[in-house]
């Protein structure tokens, strides 16, 4: 039963990523009329934050599958927990302080994730 958190997390983490890597069009978009580089920088940041997101995921569940008690495990899920406190710290100070709802919830979901990680890795 302690390692459904992690799968949670998980789950909730990709969902997040998937969620930013569909957005990214609209995103761009919404700066209106900027430079073709400013544009590409966006557009990668959102895929970058995606993508490190939905691989965050991954390694956590597949080390909640293959082995959740072995050693490497445990440094897969500090790590996790590590990238997604930074990113939650991060959101805090810039897309918290957006009017628009879904970045205000960015610091919530990595800090949940995080937490749910640490609470079936070590609990």
Same mark, same amino acid.
């Given at each position: 039963?302690?390692?459904?958190?992690?799968?949670?997390?998980?789950?909730?983490?990709?969902?997040?990523?998937?969620?930013?890597? @569909? &957005?990214?069009?609209?995103?761009?978009?919404?700066?209106?009329?900027?430079?073709?580089?400013?544009?590409?920088?966006?557009?990668?940041?959102?895929?970058?934050?995606?993508?490190?997101?939905?691989?965050?995921?991954?390694?956590?569940?597949?080390?909640?599958? @293959?082995?959740?008690?072995?050693?490497?495990?445990? &440094?897969?899920?500090?790590?996790?927990?590590?990238?997604?406190?930074?990113?939650?710290?991060?959101?805090? @100070?810039?897309? @918290?302080?957006?009017?628009?709802?879904?970045?205000?919830?960015?610091?919530?979901?990595?800090?949940?994730?995080?937490?749910?990680?640490?609470?079936?890795?070590? &609990?």
């Amino acid at each position: 039963m302690q390692h459904i958190s992690p799968y949670l997390a998980a789950a909730m983490t990709t969902l997040w990523g998937v969620t930013h890597l @569909f &957005a990214t069009k609209g995103v761009v978009a919404g700066f209106g009329a900027i430079t073709p580089d400013n544009r590409r920088i966006i557009t990668m940041e959102w895929i970058v934050e995606g993508v490190a997101l939905v691989s965050t995921a991954t390694f956590v569940a597949a080390a909640t599958l @293959f082995q959740p008690e072995a050693s490497v495990s445990s &440094a897969v899920y500090g790590i996790a927990i590590g990238t997604l406190v930074v990113l939650a710290i991060a959101s805090l @100070f810039t897309g @918290f302080q957006i009017a628009f709802l879904p970045f205000r919830l960015c610091p919530f979901i990595f800090g949940a994730s995080a937490a749910l990680i640490a609470w079936g890795a070590w &609990a």
